[in-house]
Each structure stands twice: as C-alpha cells, then as structure tokens.
C-alpha cells in the first residue's frame, strides 16, 4: 500500500497540470461558461463537483439537470431523450456534459409490452438510436457536447457492463463533432485497476470512491471535475450535421 501511495502521489504533477482552474490558468479560460449536466447518480456527484470547482473560476456557472435512479435505457421510468429535446437553455448556457450508464444495463421494456434483453443486438440497436436522438436534440440547440464515459469500477461484471456501454458511446459519439471524455483510469492504480484511494487535487492521499465501488467521493468528483473543465475548454464548436450518425 504504501508504495502504491507513493507512486500515485509521483503522479499528481499530471493531474494538477489537467486542472483548469488552479492558479494563472483562468487568463486561459474561454469567455464565461454556463454549462448543463444531464445524467444519473454518477452525474449528479460530477454536477457537485463541477459546482465547486466553478465557484473559483470567475464566469462559470454550473445548471444541474440530472436525476439519479435513472437510465436512457429505462424510458418508463424517465424518459431522457424527450426530457433532453424538452430542455430549452437559456443564453448563458455554451455545453452540454452527460453522464449516463450506472443504472442502463437492464433490459429495454417495449410499450407493446414486450421486453430486450441487455447486450442483445437489439438492445443495442435501440439504446444507440436513443443515444443519437439525445445529441441530435443537444446540436440543435448549438450545445458543445462532452459524454463523459464511465469508469473502472470494483466489481469485475460491473466494469465489463460499463465498458461496454463506453463502447457504444464512442462509436455513436465517432464523427459527431461531440468529446467523448474516457476516465476509465482517471482513479486507479499504477497498473490501471481500480483504487479506492489516491491523491486528491490538494496532494492528500485521501478515499476517492465510496463504499459500493461505484460512485466517488466529493474528492474523487472534484477530480472528474477538473477533467471535465479542461474538456470544456478544449471542446470543438458544435456540428449539427455531424449528430445524425
């Protein structure tokens, strides 16, 4: 344990040099940044940490849209793609940022009744068309896009699940003109397995990832949030035409 602290703590300097809004960075930053997260349990900790971290860069504002408990692939439940096409931002608002796929690997319920077994070819079909409805109603409104993908988890299933859902983000997110953000590794050993603790912003050596293996502690979403800034100020000018994958 102790000499993976010390390893991860000889990565800090990498990470800090990620973060947008340390010291001096802020004389890079774009003009004012109103953003919008969308998203699950796992967005909604991301929304907390961008919060925090805009509350020291002057100009960015942070509007939380997420609902955790909920799914793209559970429409019964709560419908992303209509609730996204409903939203309307106001002038402020330059970026999209998603979060999607703790609670999508069930099967998709049809409204004749039927039902879709996860990772079937139909499956996929389906949660992918949802996927393209959700960036096509983001490009319209001229939204910079970032998919911020999901990460290593403890449980091994749980992880195989995730990445498979990271692979269908990417190859829809492909040519779309959005960022598809991987922090699979963002927190992890030096091998690239999951860790429960590491180096915070701060350079303390501190838990990261709670209990069930899954979600991040505030620390660990503050560290997700730099990476996300960055993403934002790196992000392209949206393509609408390029969202019709």
């Given at each position: 344990?102790?000499?993976?602290?010390?390893?991860?703590?000889?990565?800090?300097?990498?990470?800090?040099?990620?973060?947008?809004?340390?010291?001096?960075?802020?004389?890079?930053?774009?003009?004012p940044t109103a953003v919008v997260v969308f998203g699950d349990s796992q967005a909604q900790g991301l929304a907390g940490g961008l919060q925090r971290a805009a509350r020291r860069v002057p100009g960015w504002k942070v509007e939380n849209r997420t609902k955790p408990g909920t799914a793209i692939s559970q429409?019964?439940?709560?419908?992303?793609?209509?609730?996204?096409?409903?939203?309307?931002?106001?002038?402020?608002?330059?970026?999209?940022?998603?979060?999607?796929?703790?609670?999508?690997?069930?099967?998709?319920?049809?409204?004749?009744?039927?039902v879709i077994p996860f990772r079937s070819q139909a499956w996929h079909d389906e949660y992918r068309a949802r996927v393209i409805a959700i960036l096509r109603s983001l490009s319209a409104d001229k939204l910079r896009i970032i998919w911020v993908a999901d990460p290593i988890c403890r449980d091994e299933t749980y992880s195989?699940?995730?990445?498979?859902?990271?692979?269908?983000?990417?190859?829809?997110?492909?040519?779309?003109?959005?960022?598809?953000?991987?922090?699979?590794?963002?927190?992890?050993?030096?091998?690239?397995?999951?860790?429960?603790y590491g180096p915070g912003l701060d350079g303390t050596m501190q838990r990261l990832r709670l209990d069930d293996g899954i979600h991040f502690t505030p620390g660990g979403y503050d560290i997700l949030a730099a990476k996300?800034?960055?993403?934002?100020?790196?992000?392209?000018?949206?393509?609408?035409?390029?969202?019709?994958?």
């Open positions: 344990m102790i000499a993976f602290l010390r390893a991860s703590a000889a990565l800090l300097p990498l990470l800090l040099a990620a973060t947008p809004y340390h010291a001096h960075a802020t004389d890079e930053m774009r003009p429409a019964g439940n709560y419908d992303w793609p209509a609730a996204i096409a409903a939203y309307k931002p106001d002038g402020r608002v330059t970026t999209a940022v998603l979060m999607f796929g703790g609670n999508d690997r069930l099967p998709i319920r049809e409204a004749s009744g039927g195989v699940d995730m990445a498979y859902l990271n692979g269908v983000y990417r190859d829809v997110l492909a040519g779309s003109g959005a960022t598809y953000l991987d922090i699979w590794t963002a927190i992890a050993d030096p091998s690239g397995k999951f860790a429960a996300v800034m960055q993403a934002v100020t790196n992000a392209p000018l949206p393509n609408p035409a390029g969202a019709a994958n």
